[in-house]
């Protein structure tokens, strides 16, 4: 397992090419904002196909960022060659994700062998005010990489 304290930048590339194939977020308009050693920030603007009935984020969209935010932050950790899938996450939503833009900051809270936990925050992002919508805590397992997926 890598040093928590230092993602190489094969790594960071690796990550942010694993993210670049996901059409889903593509089509949100999301994008990593940080990456560091168990750790993942990742944005998306609000857009009427992220949106609900109400005009709030839809809760979808909440758990997709949130779910791949902790994912990168698990595969932080992964060794060269391995991705992450989800084994489950559980997702509290605290207030209605209102605002201009959505931002969840994922951690690991242990990297294990076979399960990595990590914990996500989901903030609302309303001018100079940023507000929790949401808490994430998720399982991840190690994935082997898949070449020419596209």
Excluded: W
Aim: a negative charge; charged letters at 20%.
């Amino acid at each position: 397992m890598p040093e928590i304290d230092a993602l190489s930048r094969e790594r960071c590339e690796a990550i942010r090419a694993s993210f670049d194939r996901q059409g889903f977020l593509a089509s949100m308009s999301a994008r990593i904002t940080e990456l560091s050693a168990g750790r993942c920030s990742i944005e998306m603007p609000f857009a009427a196909s992220v949106s609900q009935q109400h005009g709030f984020f839809h809760g979808g969209s909440v758990g997709a960022l949130g779910d791949t935010a902790g994912g990168y932050a698990a595969m932080t950790l992964m060794a060269d060659g391995v991705e992450v899938l989800t084994l489950e996450y559980k997702i509290n939503f605290l207030r209605p994700a209102s605002g201009e833009m959505l931002v969840a900051e994922g951690t690991v809270l242990r990297a294990g062998r076979s399960v990595t936990i990590t914990r996500v925050d989901v903030f609302a992002l309303r001018g100079d005010e940023r507000v929790l919508c949401a808490g994430l805590q998720q399982s991840i397992v190690p994935a082997p990489a898949r070449e020419g997926v596209p």
